[in-house]
């Protein structure tokens, strides 16, 4: 048994709670250009080449796939940020985030 064993705790142990992840999920649309949908993964979501390609083409045959997981406030920019730059190109591309269970 060590020392630390037996001595008193002197402050009550602090809960460190474990942050919230909530999934950014990829909607597919009949509209968005699939290199288009590739760029935004790799650009906003830092998806290297091969998995980009993937996720895209998840949402393009299921009509959705999961992007990636993030705290909330990181996963809410990063889906509205990919928003703006395909409504800037006129595409319909959306992105919903939830929390993991
Ligand atoms: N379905 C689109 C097309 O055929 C491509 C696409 C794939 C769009 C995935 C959105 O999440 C998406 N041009």
Known sequence: MSDSDLKPRLQPRTK????????VILLNDDFTPREFV???LKG???LDEASAEKVMMTAHQKGACVVSVYPKDVAETKA????????????????????EE
């Open 44 to 46: 906003e979501f830092r």
């Open 38 to 40: 590739v760029l935004v």
């Open 80 to 99: 509205t940020r990919a928003i703006d730059a395909a409504q800037r190109l006129g595409y319909p591309l959306q992105f919903t985030v939830e929390p």
């Open 16 to 23: 460190v709670e474990k942050p919230k992840l909530y999934r």
